[in-house]
């Protein structure tokens, strides 16, 4: 069984830019390792049938690396600079596609133990009453999380939030694995307006998908120039 990657790196990291960083997002580097270059060899790693990859036409060096860089599995490219993440992720639906295949979608920053990543997509691939398995972190430090709503007792979704409420646990931690069922909701859901991935995920929830969510006991997001020592000591401590 496999299952079809997509990524989501086609932001300009302008906060990285103003603090001096002069490498684009996708190829800061993380205890050694370019961001893409981690998520493409863990995506290889978990039974990936393909890759499929959006980057903004401002990326030359990161449009080198990829083709410059050798996979065992078809690696798909779409260069295009898009408004927002869902924007991105509708780029590269046509790539994602396929009646009998799964899908797992992250954007380019997130930083989160390997073997948890492995259990997730392996939850995930032997899961089959869930139409989107979301990652999940208790570990917040962002700027604007995402509030991800459950339900007492177990991980069903209910809902995201924008802001804090009495009872919170988890935040998205941008890793999202989804069924076919869940793609297919992605013209209407431009149809009718939906703007970012946390727009999305109300989105399905409100398309009455089933939607549960999988805790990673960190994840950290690669947004400041201060963010790399702390993935770095997260991952080598």
């Not at 596609?97 to 259990?119: G, R, S, W, Y």
């Not at 995920?201 to 409100?206: A, G, I, L, W």
Request: proline share 6%.
């Amino acid at each position: 069984m496999s299952i079809k990657y997509g990524l989501i790196a086609a932001g300009q990291g302008s906060r990285l830019v103003a603090e001096g960083i002069t490498v684009p997002k996708p190829l800061v580097k993380v205890a050694g390792e370019p961001l893409i270059g981690r998520l493409l060899r863990l995506f290889c790693e978990n039974e990936a049938e393909s890759i499929s990859v959006i980057i903004n036409e401002e990326m030359p060096q990161v449009f080198d690396y990829l083709k410059n860089i050798s996979l065992p599995v078809p690696l798909h490219l779409v260069v295009k600079s898009t408004p927002d993440s869902f924007q991105s992720f509708c780029a590269l639906q046509p790539f994602l596609q396929d009646d009998a295949t799964k899908i797992c979608l992250t954007t380019v920053d997130p930083i989160f133990k390997a073997d948890e990543f492995a259990a997730y997509v392996h939850q995930f691939m032997n899961n089959s009453h869930v139409d989107a398995l979301m990652g999940v972190t208790d570990y917040i430090d962002d700027e604007k999380p995402l509030y991800v709503r459950t339900t007492p007792g177990d991980l069903h979704i209910t809902g995201y939030a924008n802001e804090a409420y009495d009872g919170c646990r988890y935040i998205s931690g941008g890793i999202y694995c989804m069924n076919q069922r869940a793609l297919a909701l992605l013209p209407a859901a431009r149809q009718n307006g939906v703007k970012r991935m946390r727009g999305f995920q109300q989105y399905m929830v409100d398309a009455g998908l089933q939607l549960e969510a999988w805790p990673f006991s960190k994840v950290i997001d690669i947004d400041h120039a201060g963010d790399i020592e702390k993935a770095q000591q997260f991952l080598n401590p």
